[in-house]
C-alpha cells in the first residue's frame, strides 16, 4: 500500500495532479451556479426598479 501512496518516487506531482484537478473541477461546478444566483439576484433587484417606478408614474 506504501508503495502505491509514494507513487514510484512522483508521489508529491501525482497527488498535486489530482489536487489541481479537483479544484479545477469543484470551480468548474461553482461558477455557473454563482452566476445564475447573481443573475436573479439582478433580474428581481431590476423588476422592482421598473415596479417603484411604475408606481410612481400612475400616482
Known amino acids: ?6 507513487m514510484g518516487g ?9 489536487a ?6 469543484l470551480a468548474d461546478y461553482l461558477a ?4 445564475r444566483r447573481r443573475n436573479l439576484r439582478d433580474v428581481r ?3 422592482a426598479r421598473q415596479g417603484a417606478r411604475r408606481r410612481n408614474e400612475n400616482a
Do not use: D, G, H
Open 1 to 6: 500500500m506504501n508503495q502505491f501512496l509514494n
Open 10 to 18: 512522483y508521489a508529491f506531482y501525482v497527488w498535486t495532479s489530482y
Open 20 to 25: 489541481v484537478f479537483a479544484v479545477v473541477l
Open 32 to 35: 455557473p451556479v454563482l452566476r
Open 45 to 47: 433587484a431590476r423588476m
